[in-house]
């Protein structure tokens, strides 16, 4: 059976799910030509997208309500936002906060008056509230209140804000919430899926940060005319795009990668495959190598600009400004002229630290956009597969020693190897871990550990006899179904699939947050704990008011202007 295993990795000479799915690799990750803020920013400009905003009801202090609306793909949308007054002992950036500088709503269509009204009495309760199926969107977002109140300070003496404090944050507010997908009675996926202009994952998500930044922009603004109409200013264009919008991330997003295999797969099949198109080119042209020489210099400059406080991360960084500099010194003396040019490039890499051999998989891609955007398009998936009732175990057993090998290698009788259990919070119902010797609560573990799982489906099935089918295997042992139907379908989706143990003392969650964030294409990792992050998304990324002449790519590995290139 073993021989007739062959997943597509192997197939398309892509790199294996034994290299690419492990932790350390994932918590490595950058954004690539495929983010989805890129892939958006790419359908913004090819449509000529132009924002209007129809609706600006604020106070002198900036609160009040806000519309902004536009057309993608023949469908119109909305960005309904609320600025609030929020006493400085309700802010919070956790999940369990009941009150927000902002509240948002992205809504299908142009809203009436009553449209509004309803959403003015819900979408500031967010979970709370009562949405409907014209809300795609749900989102929250909080100051950043000293550089906040620096920019708006600035603009009312009539100056910039100062580029130095700007780039310590780089952004006005950050969001700790962006909702799709159904939940709290917003519209389902289904609803918009076939739509052009949102083919493709978090599309819709994507867009409701985009113009969450640039509301936050005219809000700064507002705020300074009022406080100082004699003498204020408007912020720049270049200091527009050097503020991007933040995030503040923790474990509710982690066990999104272990649920859903299925569309994980295809997110990294997708770029693995881009990859593996630009490292089979046999030669490099003059523009393409131009073009790389240029995303490496801001590759470099973005790493010379990227300090965060977090000590392990620091020292990531630290390496990376290094190995780029080493890699630059590579390109510079004529490796790119040699045959098959970015596989050589990628191998000599392969003795640098993870964070640049991961930075540099995604510096290839970029000058071959014509050779791999097509597949943000497969970055989706159906309906999930079915349980193959009729497979023998045979069958099933080889799966289980091709493709979790890995697991059956772990010894669960050791403590470090069961230290940590996942779980959901009763007061949010959003995951949590804990540490099984001291904290209570084990009884109620969520079945993230699926390599503990995977080894009792493979001691059940060895004491059963090979040419029984699933079927009645699971007669005999129904709990199992749910590993069962998991092991086949990594089968056919091997990228699905983490290779380490979640529940182990080594799991870090931060690894599995920086992954998926870097798919949605956030930069500037700055880990608060080994369980939340801060991140920036759209730092450098055209305006609302010049995507449509704007390059809507020039913006990859963005770095303040005067950060420099060494």
């Not at 090819?46 to 536009?70: C, F, I, K, N, S």
């Not at 001691?459 to 079927?471: F, I």
């Amino acid at each position: 059976m073993d021989d007739l295993i062959q997943n597509s990795a192997q197939t398309e000479g892509l790199r294996p799910p034994a290299l690419v799915m492990r932790l350390a690799r994932m918590g490595a990750s950058f954004p690539t030509r495929l983010s989805f803020l890129r892939v958006l920013m790419r359908r913004l400009n090819e449509e000529q997208v132009r924002v209007t905003r129809r609706l600006w009801e604020m106070t002198p202090d900036g609160y009040g309500r806000a519309v902004y609306t536009l057309t993608l793909g023949g469908h119109s949308y909305a960005l309904v936002a609320f600025s609030h007054h929020l006493p400085p002992e309700d802010r919070t950036d956790r999940v369990i906060a009941e009150r927000w500088d902002t509240t948002y709503a992205l809504f299908d269509g142009l809203p009436t008056p009553d449209d509004l009204d309803r959403l003015a009495e819900n979408v500031p309760l967010q979970e709370a509230g009562r949405m409907s199926q014209r809300e795609l969107v749900l989102s929250r977002a909080n100051r950043s209140v000293r550089l906040f109140e620096h920019v708006v300070s600035a603009l009312a003496r009539g100056n910039q804000p100062e580029p130095k404090i700007l780039d310590q944050t780089g952004y006005l507010m950050r969001t700790t919430a962006v909702y799709g997908n159904g939940k709290f009675g917003l519209a389902d996926r289904a609803v918009i899926a076939g739509r052009p202009g949102l083919q493709g994952a978090f599309q819709v998500e994507m867009l409701t940060i985009w113009l969450i930044r640039h509301f936050t922009h005219d809000l700064a603004d507002h705020i300074a005319h009022a406080r100082a109409p004699g003498t204020a200013v408007s912020l720049s264009a270049d200091t527009r795009r050097r503020l991007g919008i933040g995030n503040a991330t923790g474990l509710g997003m982690a066990p999104f990668l272990v649920t859903h295999p299925e569309l994980i797969h295809s997110w990294v099949h997708a770029r693995e495959t881009a990859l593996a198109r630009v490292r089979a080119l046999p030669r490099a042209s003059a523009q393409d190598r131009a073009v790389f020489a240029d995303v490496l210099n801001r590759a470099i400059a973005h790493a010379a600009s990227w300090s965060v406080p977090d000590p392990v991360q620091m020292d990531h960084i630290r390496e990376l400004r290094t190995d780029l500099a080493g890699i630059r010194a590579l390109t510079d003396s004529g490796s790119l002229h040699a045959p098959y040019p970015w596989e050589g490039l990628l191998i000599a890499a392969s003795a640098c630290g993870l964070e640049a051999q991961e930075c540099l998989n995604a510096l290839v891609m970029e000058p071959y956009g014509a050779l791999v955007d097509d597949l943000a398009d497969e970055m989706q998936c159906g309906l999930p597969m079915r349980l193959d009732p009729s497979m023998r175990l045979s069958d099933l057993a080889g799966i289980i020693r091709h493709e979790y090998a890995w697991a059956l290698k772990i010894d669960f009788g050791q403590p470090d190897e069961t230290y940590q259990f996942w779980y959901v919070s009763e007061d949010k119902s959003e995951p949590r871990l804990g540490v099984r010797s001291r904290e209570p609560g084990a009884e109620l573990e969520t079945r993230l550990d699926i390599a503990r799982q995977v080894q009792e489906l493979s001691h059940a099935v060895h004491r059963a006899q090979p040419a029984d089918s699933v079927a009645a295997f699971l007669m005999r042992h129904p709990d199992q179904r749910h590993i069962v139907e998991r092991v086949q379908t990594i089968a056919a989706h091997p990228y699905g699939e983490i290779r380490d143990n979640l529940i182990g003392r080594a799991c870090l969650p931060i690894d599995l947050l920086r992954f998926k964030l870097a798919f949605f294409g956030a930069t500037r990792f700055d880990p608060k704990s080994d369980r939340w992050t801060r991140i920036t998304l759209c730092q450098g990324a055209p305006l609302a008011g010049e995507i449509a002449q704007a390059d809507p790519d020039e913006w990859a590995f963005w770095a303040p202007p005067d950060a420099g290139a060494a």
